[in-house]
T-cell receptor, first 117, second 112 residues
Framework: GAVVSQHPSWVICKSGTSVKIECRSL??????MFWYRQFPKQSLMLMAT?????????EQGVEKDKFLINHASLTLSTLTVTSAHPEDSSFYIC?????????????FGEGSRLTVL | DAKTTQPPSMDCAEGRAANLPCNHS???????VYWYRQIHSQGPQYIIH???NNETNEMASLIITEDRKSSTLILPHATLRDTAVYYC?????????????FGTGTRLTVIP
């Protein structure tokens, strides 16, 4: 089946630094990828929709200047957490839909756990 | 967008069938029922989906009521590795994830 891969799987950074997380579709091209955030013991919350070659669409309450999304190719989307603070510590997950796959299921990356000290 | 209601937690004995219910009483005619699961500290994994007919694959079976207002995911022989949070989601396929609403899911614990 389709595979979506994230890197890094975990990262620890100091407060005030920026962290980049990559999301790759390994065996299909994804014009659209999605970024989620999940806090402990909570469900996934959609942050933004990443569109190849155009600006990302952010959900209400998500700061676009803090969470920079770049979708430069059909197989790669990146999420950069700028000037990270401890409250940004979370599990970040990306997903993509294989346009040639079965009806509409989304494939998710393994997740990236960010810890801001 | 149709929302779903699931019990917060369930236990199941290893080797027995796990039946996870989901209510989606406001589902619209073009929305499918999808099931995903999330094992601790991993990304969600697709399990199965259906529109109105019952579906079966190598992982599970999906039973959808005739009025489509509820469904049940069946893991026929639960193993310890099936311990996870199971999410029931209704959505129109081939559309963006901005209508992919993850509720709280059901935390299934398979007991040895």
């Amino acid at each position: 089946g389709a595979v979506v891969s994230q890197h890094p799987s975990w990262v620890i950074c100091k407060s005030g630094t920026s962290v980049k997380i990559e999301c790759r579709s390994l065996d299909f091209q994804a014009t659209t990828m999605f970024w989620y955030r999940q806090f402990p013991k909570q469900s996934l919350m959609l942050m933004a929709t990443s569109n190849e070659g155009s600006k990302a669409t952010y959900e209400q309450g998500v700061e676009k200047d803090k969470f920079l999304i770049n979708h430069a190719s059909l197989t790669l989307s990146t999420l950069t957490v700028t000037s990270a603070h401890p409250e940004d510590s979370s599990f970040y997950i990306c997903s993509a839909r294989d346009p040639g796959g079965r009806t509409g299921e989304l494939f998710f990356g393994e997740g990236s756990r960010l810890t801001v000290l | 967008d149709a929302k779903t209601t699931q019990p917060p937690s369930m236990d199941c004995a290893e080797g027995r069938a796990a039946n996870l219910p989901c209510n989606h009483s406001t589902i619209s005619g073009n929305e499918y029922v999808y099931w995903y699961r999330q094992i601790h500290s991993q990304g969600p994994q697709y399990i199965i989906h259906g529109l109105k007919n019952n579906e079966t694959n190598e992982m599970a079976s999906l039973i959808i009521t005739e009025d489509r207002k509820s469904s049940t995911l069946i893991l026929p022989h639960a193993t310890l590795r099936d311990t996870a949070v199971y999410y029931c989601i209704v959505r129109v396929p081939q559309t963006g994830a901005n209508n992919l609403f993850f509720g709280t899911g059901t935390r299934l614990t398979v007991i040895p």
